[in-house]
């Protein structure tokens, strides 16, 4: 007889690495703008470039360039990001 015990391996977050794909970003960033269009542009070096704008009048509500992809590997430093801008 063969008894298996589980074990709980508990790891701090701090310990854990969850990277994002590009297009998981591109769409998180997406949503947190809406209603306005956002429109977010991978440059060479991995950088983004995201450009708002209102689908009513079409008028650019935000342009930023070279937001660095590096440090936004989870949903939460995505939302601080979208806050901040």
Do not use: N, W
């Not at 977050?13 to 809406?34: E, H, M, P, R, T």
Request: with cysteine; proline share 5%; glycine share 6%.
């Amino acid at each position: 007889m063969y008894l298996f015990y589980s074990q709980k391996i508990i790891i701090p977050a701090s310990k854990v690495s969850i990277v994002i794909s590009a297009l998981q970003l591109k769409k998180i960033i997406d949503c947190g703008f809406q209603p306005l269009l956002c429109v977010c542009t991978q440059i060479p070096g991995g950088s983004l470039t995201i450009r708002v704008t209102d689908p009513s009048s079409g008028s650019v509500e935000l342009l930023v360039a070279g937001v660095s992809t590096a440090h936004h590997t989870s949903s939460r430093a995505v939302a601080v990001l979208i806050a901040e801008l």
